[in-house]
């Protein structure tokens, strides 16, 4: 069975500052891991994912995250957060071959503040 | 093109009800999967259809069911419902080749059960 770990349901940042969300899995076969972003009022947005390859993955909107094996850990990180990245974000977990069946963390809600 | 599409967006139900929530995916997406999410619970995998078939199924009672038709359109159905079902329901789809599809969410659809 996998499941994901999201340390810090809310997080505070300032804009210009860095953002760092903890994210962490367990799973007894090799992972693909997502990070998605969900705004008020709106379904889920794929920011990126990891499946093989380059442990260092890079998605929408200057956001990445890096595959740590040994800590099992995806964090999310941004350089600089912008006030449209208040949002709430959730790690997740799907099994390889696992087709569909994805689990989520609880959620992080990140606030930006000006 | 056109994304994942849910109706109704919004529903209010009374306890002992049942409820009928529909789900068009992209259009060459053929797997549709469902998720509850609530506050207290966050995201919760509900089942996932493949070809008009149910591929994986997550830990929920027996009075959520669902189905998918031949032009992969889904509905999900809900019976007798309790206080506790209320909360935003996902559909996503994807082309359901494998683990490293990208699943793409619709809005939701928001019940309340009074």
């Known amino acids: 069975a996998q499941s994901v770990t999201q340390l810090g349901s809310h997080v505070s940042v300032s804009e210009g500052a860095l953002v760092l969300l903890r994210c962490n899995y367990s799973?007894?076969?090799?992972?693909?891991l997502f990070w998605y972003v969900q705004y008020p009022n709106q379904g889920l947005q794929l920011l990126l994912k990891?499946?093989?390859?380059?442990?260092l993955v890079k998605g929408i909107n200057g956001f990445e995250a890096e595959f740590k094996k040994s800590e099992t850990s995806f964090h999310l990180t941004k350089p600089s957060a912008h006030m449209s990245d208040a949002a709430e974000y959730f790690c997740?977990?799907?099994?390889?071959?696992?087709?569909?069946?994805?689990?989520f963390g609880i959620g992080t809600k990140l606030q930006v503040i000006p | 093109k056109a994304g994942v599409t849910q109706t109704p967006r919004y529903l209010i139900k009374t306890r002992g009800q049942q409820v009928t929530l529909s789900c068009s995916p992209i259009?060459?997406?053929?797997?549709v999967s469902w998720y509850q999410q609530t506050p207290g619970q966050g995201l919760q995998f509900l089942f996932e259809?493949?070809?008009?078939?149910?591929?994986n199924k997550g830990n929920f009672p027996g009075r959520f069911s669902g189905r998918q038709f031949s032009n992969s359109r889904s509905e999900m159905n809900v019976s007798t419902l309790e206080l506790g079902d209320s909360a935003l329901y996902l559909c996503?789809?994807?082309f359901g080749q494998g683990s490293t599809d990208t699943i793409y969410f619709g809005e939701g659809s928001w019940l309340t059960v009074v």
């Open positions: 799973s007894s076969v090799p992972p693909y």
């Open positions: 997740a977990v799907c099994l390889s071959g696992g087709y569909q069946k994805v689990t």
């Open positions: 259009s060459g997406h053929r797997s």
């Open positions: 996503a789809s994807s």
């Open positions: 259809y493949f070809s008009e078939t149910q591929r």
């Open positions: 990891y499946t093989t390859g380059a442990t």
